[in-house]
């Protein structure tokens, strides 16, 4: 086999024809990717190599039908595959090294295309290329190079043409490559068996393996598809042969046959490796479970298709890869699709389109496009969103809602790190069998108007069973356990004994706790009416009862440089008032965790008159994470405090702001400690026992949780004459931040027992190129793309004839 494979290579290597594919191959690779705008790597802004190895299969489409063309028709043509037959060689020796030389003469063409790898990563401007996932995109491109081949090699046994071998293998391949995802698209196969025609196709195994996520079963499809046709291959030259060694006309179907009942048993049983440098394609154990649970179809449509800026493009690519990965652990049970909505829309129908979707809680986005410095910018709007449904239910996801939003590129980065929960969570949502019920607490002056109507409404009611609790009510003697959670938002009476006795032991049992409070009484109506307020303690007399979950809320205010704006009356001009926009220390605009999902990659948190929490405070079992926190530079004023807006006359002094990370929000879980333990009557724990069936708890049955946020102006909105804003939105600057998301990822956590929210805490790391570089540099490295790859063809052919000639000459 070595003999024939040799034989091959110098036959390739001898011509000009084998050196002018490579070279076609090369250049044609090298324009697409650093020349043509529509692919070019350099424009996109991005460190990675995606691009080339989405058009490499195309590519090569042509280049491997060139090299194996010739390998077996014109042996036929010829007549030296008689004299090939008196060799003691086997037809599948013979087959084998034509095969094999054909094979490397294919991974030679690869070969200099590692210089795109190792220009792109010079050109990175932070993050570096990703290694891992290049290398096995790298390995996908090579098995497909190496399925090509041996459909290439086959279709070479079948003529003694070599044109007509040309275009049977070109044919074939573009036939196995798409011919099965194309059939898969139709209407009759929708949300039945697509997924499986797809399968059997090349190109969803490449676009597997060629993530960076090598799969055992994908490497066997590769396998089988390659041993199929070179046994095709072996049992088409029998009729070539002069004399029969063993009848082999019906071997091949027996072949076909082992290799799907192969691949049907690795489709059970297999193991995948993601070499990502994030493991980005490794999907959580919840993520696994609650897909691998479906018992029925789920289908998402998904908006975020047409004509695209390269950051929104990425995020459409990771999406479908994502629910690609979603559909193969859900064996088939998730459909999804890309829509573009706008399509053929009057400007009418789009405004009513935006008006529906902004309902649902997506949120269209304008992007302002400008092709190269100096140019004209444009603007188009699109959908980053989608909707899952299932059954007669559906679940909006807003793609970039909550994502950290510093710039454009990481707002796109943080959002592919939420892809995968935002979906789970989705489908959580839709398929879940029973709702949990959430209670919202009134009794001591809770709002229940039009300031807390997105809480209630867009956000309680959206995703759980609301009932309205009232803690001050006797006829409740005991908080019934059916509530997954409670929620206490900015009380503006003290709490008696009886009352923190049900919330006490509500906790012990089981229960979990939301608690958005107001420590003082700073409210904006009275600052706005007076141009000043005094801020002063409001008296809920809670302090006992958060010693006792190991926190302290402060009797102070929280100021920091990272704030929201206001506008303020800065002068008239006439009798019009000219207002100013200035950035208001007292609405600082908090961070949340590093490191866990409640509020990990989210866009900053909108905050009013927010108190610091003293966390020192000495609780045993308990476990406690900052989950809100406000910037580096940042203080605290001791009340009573005036408030006035005569201090924005004069800019802050950041060398009063020395203090970093107050924290404003707080999780302690564990077991917790009764604060009436010894304090309560016998008569009154028999009671609780007997008559409520709740016997009094002095230490928890269970781990609770409980959640601490030292500003109930997190959860409500705001009201103007045209009705309530969004949660979150600051109506100065037109803005919404992350405050809606906050809560939701907090009561998820509390009552959510899927465990779907630990997604959230995947990160990628954001890999740019140097814009700057590529900019004053691009005709350098699109002369190394281009240039040299074909150089280095060039001279590897001049050093084998060279030393071929001298070799020759002794």
Known sequence: MWAVCKKELRQFFSSLTGYIAILVFLLLNGLLLFVFPDTDILANG????????ELAPWVLLLLIPAITMRSLSDEFRAGTFELLQTRPLRRSQVVGGKYLASLLVAAIALLPTLIYFLSINRLSAQGGIDTGGTAGSYIGLFFLAAVFTAIGVCCSSFTNN?????IGAAFVCFLIYSGFTAISRLPVFAAGADYYIEMLGIDFHYRSISRGVVDSRDLLYFI??????LVLTENNLSKHQLTARGSSRFRWIGWLGALVVLNLLASQFHYRLDLTEEKRYTLSAPTKKLLGGLDDAVDIEIFLKGDLKAGAKKLAKSTRELLEEFGEYGKGKVEFRFTDPL????????AQLFDSLQRMGIQPKTEVVQSKKGEEQTSRTIIPGAIVHYRDRSFPVDLLKG??????????????????????NAIDKVTQRSIPVVGYVSGNGEPLDMRVYDLIQNTLKKEYALKILPLDNDSIPVIPPFFKALIIVKPLTKFTDREKLKLDQYLLHGGNLVWMIDNLYAEMDSLRMDKETTAYDRGLELEDLFFKYGVRVEQELVEDLQCAGINIIVGMQGDKPQFSLLNWPYFP????????????????VYSKFANPIDTAVKAPGIRKTILLQTSAHAKVTGTPAIISFESLKKAPDPALFTRSNIPVAVLLEGVFSSLYANRISTGMADTMARLYNSPFLAKGEKEGKVIVCADADIVMNEVTPRGPLPMGM???????????????NSLDYLVNPSGILETRSKDLTLRLLDTKKVEEDRPFWQFINIVLPALLVIAGGWLYQFLRKKKYQR
């Open 46 to 53: 991005y460190a990675t190599l995606d691009k080339f190895f």
């Open 162 to 166: 070599a044109v007509v071998a040309f």
């Open 224 to 229: 089988a598809v390659i041993l199929f046709f």
């Open 343 to 350: 399509t053929e829309l009057s400007d009418s129908a789009k």
């Open 403 to 424: 994502a950290s939003q510093s710039d454009e590129a990481n707002l796109y980065n943080n959002a592919e790190a939420l892809l995968e929960y935002k979906f789970a």
């Open 589 to 604: 605009l908090l961070q949340g965790s590093l490191t866990h999902p409640v509020s990990k990659n989210l866009d900053p």
């Open 730 to 744: 600051n109506k100065d600057i037109e803005y919404t931040f992350s405050n809606q998301t906050f809560l939701e």
